[in-house]
C-alpha cells in the first residue's frame, strides 16, 4: 500500500467552492481501480491549504488505473478550476515499527 499527498492550495475567497467540487468529485476518485480510501483535510491555521490522502494499492494503481484515465480528467475538472497553484503530489509507505 502506498500513500499519496497532495497539497492543494486554493484561490482565496473559494474554499467553499472547491470543498463543494470535491464532494462531486469524491466518487470519481474512489472508484478508480486500486485505490482504498480517500481523505480531505483543510487547515486550520491556513484555510485556503488543503491536503488530499489517498491510499493506493501500489504507485502504478494510481499512475495506471487513474491518473492514465479519463477518470482523472474528470476529477481534476472539479476541483482544478479552484487551484491557486498546482498541486504537490508524493507517495509513501509506512515505516514499520521495531
Known sequence: MVLEVALIDVIPGQEDAFEASYRLGHPIL???PGCRSVRMTRGIESPSRFVLLVEW???EAHDQNFRATDR???WRGHIGPHFANPPRVEHFTD???G
Do not use: H, K, L, T
Open 30 to 32: 474512489a472508484g478508480a
Open 72 to 74: 482523472f480528467a474528470q
Open 95 to 97: 515505516v514499520q515499527p
Open 57 to 59: 494499492d501500489s504507485v
